[in-house]
């Protein structure tokens, strides 16, 4: 995670502007990106908190993961102009793995952690439509962590399209990681290596 963080901030610079793509939906509101993130939140933190095994608060998390992120945007966001080059199939079996992985690495890491109280701080418009709302997330050691989710509507109402970790944006990070190997192993290549970096993180 730290060296994901770590990449994001250097990448951040670069390509920050492509999240700045206007939605072809109506914007969400404030209100409603809040009342959105909120919710989902509340219901992370009683998965985080129940005494279940770990695999089923993985499971739960996985399914609040699906329904609040837009995994369609992320997946094509993250190999750039290469999804224009795919092939119909290619974009399947990308969007396929990219979803797996992201929904099984997210919820992994989330799964055995602990946290008290989920905190929104503040809530901004951007300039292109899209809604910022930063929270704070209070831990029993520590200071509290500070996250940003960028929320746009999807046309089936609002979804998560990036999450910044104490700024650092994730899926920009995992764009420069995405692009880099799609450039030199093509976008199968990609696909295997998304495989394999599933089964190493979540053993899965």
Known sequence: MRRIILSGLAFLVVIAA???????????????????????????????????????????????????????????????????????????????VFADFVLRSYAHRLADQRALRFTITSVRETENGDVVVDESVEVPQGPPANYSFRVRNSGKGPKIIDVAVEGASLLLAQRMDFMLVVQKQGLDGLIQAIRQKTLEQTGT
């Open 18 to 96: 492509s999240l700045a793509i206007p939605a072809r939906q109506a914007a969400a509101t404030p209100e409603q990106a809040s009342k959105f993130v909120g919710e989902l939140s509340a219901e992370v933190l009683d998965v985080l908190k129940s005494k279940a095994p770990i695999d089923a608060r993985e499971a739960r998390l996985r399914g609040l993961l699906q329904r609040g992120l837009d995994l369609d945007f992320m997946s094509r966001f993250a190999i750039g102009r290469y999804w224009q080059d795919a092939s119909p199939q290619q974009r399947s079996r990308y969007a396929a």
